[in-house]
């Protein structure tokens, strides 16, 4: 049996609790083994981008132990895992190279673990080979490229690809899809004026459409476009992907 190490994000196990849920909803539904290593923390994406190399390197250091020890428990080929944000996906697959980059035996770890790394959507996709995972969502979607998902890790089809296969949605691209909602972590702290501009130009996108509902697949952007939405009475939905594809329509 294929199974899945949930690697949770900060935002989504201390405010979106309901993301990790309909992970497991939707996974458990196409028969994946679904573990959860509770010594888990932070990516430590945090502290390196706003310059503090020691403390996420430190942190790292934990995510590969925590991580390789999970890997290793069950059949080496079948395991992985798996992230509800191309953020926190990104930060372990790309910038933990940065952090041991002059540590052979310590990248050597890091590689076995990041070769078997993936975000949510990709990995239904690409792993498990699902398109349909017998979603169901009456109303009209449309979806927003997180900037690491698409950047970083080239992920555009797979989101799309899971949105178009849900029953009853229809599903409309915005112009600048590909556009950053202005959060970028600490981006929207240091430059707010600029984060807010940006922000602006995403709402103009969204309800362009003239859909419904919003779906991405970080947190992070979604709780910008939703404090956004929220403060101008504008009524559309914030929804992680997983927690539309966790709807079946039922009850």
């Not at 430190?58 to 080496?76: H, I, K, N, T, Y």
């Not at 979607?141 to 992920?155: A, K």
């Not at 799309?160 to 959060?183: A, Q, Y």
Request: aromatic share 8%; with cysteine.
């Amino acid at each position: 049996m294929m199974r899945a190490n949930l690697f949770i994000t900060c935002l989504v196990d201390t405010f979106f609790p309901q993301v990790g849920e309909s992970m497991v909803r939707v996974l458990e539904r196409l028969g994946v083994d679904v573990r959860f290593p509770e010594e888990q923390t932070c990516c430590g994406q945090p502290a390196f981008n706003s310059g503090y190399r020691a403390d996420a390197k430190a942190v790292a250091e934990r995510f590969v132990s925590v991580f390789g020890e999970a890997l290793s428990e069950g059949r080496d080929e079948e395991s992985y895992v798996v992230c509800p944000s191309g953020s926190c996906t990104t930060m372990v697959k790309v910038f933990y190279e940065e952090l041991f980059h002059n540590e052979p035996t310590m990248l050597d770890k890091l590689r076995r673990i990041t070769d078997r790394t993936y975000e949510f959507s990709e990995f239904l996709v690409k792993v498990v080979g699902k398109t349909d995972v017998g979603a169901r969502y009456d109303g009209v979607v449309t979806y927003h490229d997180s900037c690491h998902l698409l950047r970083e890790l080239g992920v555009k089809d797979a989101p799309r690809e899971l949105i178009s296969s849900v029953k009853g949605l229809v599903f409309r691209e915005m112009p600048l899809h590909d556009s950053c909602c202005g959060f970028g972590g600490t981006f929207s702290i240091k430059f707010p004026k600029v984060s807010v501009s940006m922000l602006d130009e995403k709402l103009d996108s969204i309800t362009g459409t003239g859909a419904d509902t919003v779906v991405s697949s970080d947190m992070g952007c979604l709780m910008n476009i939703s404090g956004a939405l929220g403060r101008r009475g504008i009524p559309v939905k914030v929804m992680h992907l997983a927690e539309l594809l966790a709807n079946t329509g039922k009850g």
